[in-house]
């Protein structure tokens, strides 16, 4: 069987950038499972996997347009270090979630610190990188009128509820 729309399929990665530091592997765990048109991983990816069979190993290679898109400039804001009330020790690095003025929230990153400004980057920690993908497919099946309802794969490597 090949992936195609509909897909319930399963894979080992390992993920590395350009200069070929590892940034996550499914070593040593399950391989990750995904609903195959359901947007459940980065697009270059997907469409990578498309046609393929249990069994292919190959390297995929994601430019960040593909993956978790280019660098939005927006998205890095300067905030007054008094609007982090509570929180003492304030270090590069550090996740907060920021309220967006839909009401709702979005991560962001605490790239640079003053004793007045905090500057933050809601960008995805991999926007504007571009992504190696050492794959191995592991299975591939039908997804169930329940995985298809909700979206997602169900089971080892998926969502289970």
Same mark, same amino acid.
């Given at each position: 069987?090949?992936?195609?729309?509909?897909?319930?399929?399963?894979?080992?990665?390992?993920?590395?950038?350009?200069? &070929? #530091? #590892?940034?996550?592997?499914?070593?040593?765990?399950?391989?990750?499972?995904?609903?195959?048109?359901?947007?459940?991983?980065?697009?270059?990816?997907?469409? *990578?996997?498309?046609?393929?069979?249990?069994?292919?190993?190959?390297?995929? /290679?994601?430019?960040?347009?593909?993956?978790?898109?280019?660098? #939005?400039?927006?998205?890095?804001?300067?905030?007054?270090?008094?609007?982090?009330?509570?929180?003492?020790?304030?270090?590069?690095?550090? #996740?907060?979630?920021?309220?967006?003025?839909? &009401?709702?929230?979005?991560?962001?990153?605490?790239?640079?610190?003053?004793?007045?400004?905090?500057?933050?980057?809601?960008?995805?920690?991999?926007?504007?990188?571009?992504?190696?993908? /050492?794959?191995?497919?592991?299975?591939?099946?039908? *997804?169930? *009128?329940?995985?298809?309802?909700?979206?997602?794969?169900?089971?080892?490597?998926?969502?289970?509820?």
């Amino acid at each position: 069987m090949t992936i195609k729309e509909n897909s319930a399929v399963s894979f080992h990665y390992t993920l590395t950038d350009d200069d &070929g #530091q #590892q940034l996550d592997s499914s070593a040593g765990k399950e391989p990750l499972a995904y609903l195959h048109g359901a947007g459940n991983i980065i697009p270059g990816l997907e469409s *990578a996997l498309e046609g393929k069979s249990v069994g292919d190993a190959m390297v995929v /290679d994601v430019t960040a347009a593909e993956g978790y898109g280019e660098i #939005q400039k927006e998205l890095i804001q300067e905030v007054p270090r008094a609007s982090f009330q509570g929180v003492d020790e304030i270090e590069v690095g550090m #996740q907060f979630e920021a309220q967006t003025g839909e &009401g709702g929230t979005v991560p962001v990153t605490v790239v640079a610190v003053t004793d007045e400004i905090v500057t933050v980057d809601g960008n995805h920690p991999l926007a504007g990188k571009n992504l190696h993908f /050492d794959v191995t497919i592991e299975d591939v099946r039908d *997804a169930s *009128a329940e995985e298809l309802e909700h979206g997602h794969v169900h089971g080892p490597g998926g969502h289970n509820h």
